[in-house]
């Protein structure tokens, strides 16, 4: 299963929560919107669609 001895999956699970993180903050900034200061996903998507896609909340 692991193809790559040189990469472990909790490194890979941080990297990714990271980066998606960033990319949602970004959008928020670019939009003018505030957001909470944590690293929990579901509160920023919260945030996103809460601001952004109000017709999906």
């Keep these: 299963m692991n193809q790559h001895p040189d990469v472990y999956l909790e490194d890979l699970c941080f990297n990714a929560q990271q980066?998606?993180?960033k990319a949602i903050k970004a959008l928020l900034l670019?939009?003018?919107l505030r957001f909470p200061y944590v690293h929990d996903l579901t509160?920023?998507?919260?945030?996103l669609c809460n601001c952004v896609y109000?017709?999906?909340v």
């Design 54 to 56: 109000p017709h999906l």
């Design 43 to 47: 509160q920023i998507l919260r945030a």
């Design 19 to 21: 980066a998606v993180e």
């Design 30 to 32: 670019h939009r003018g």
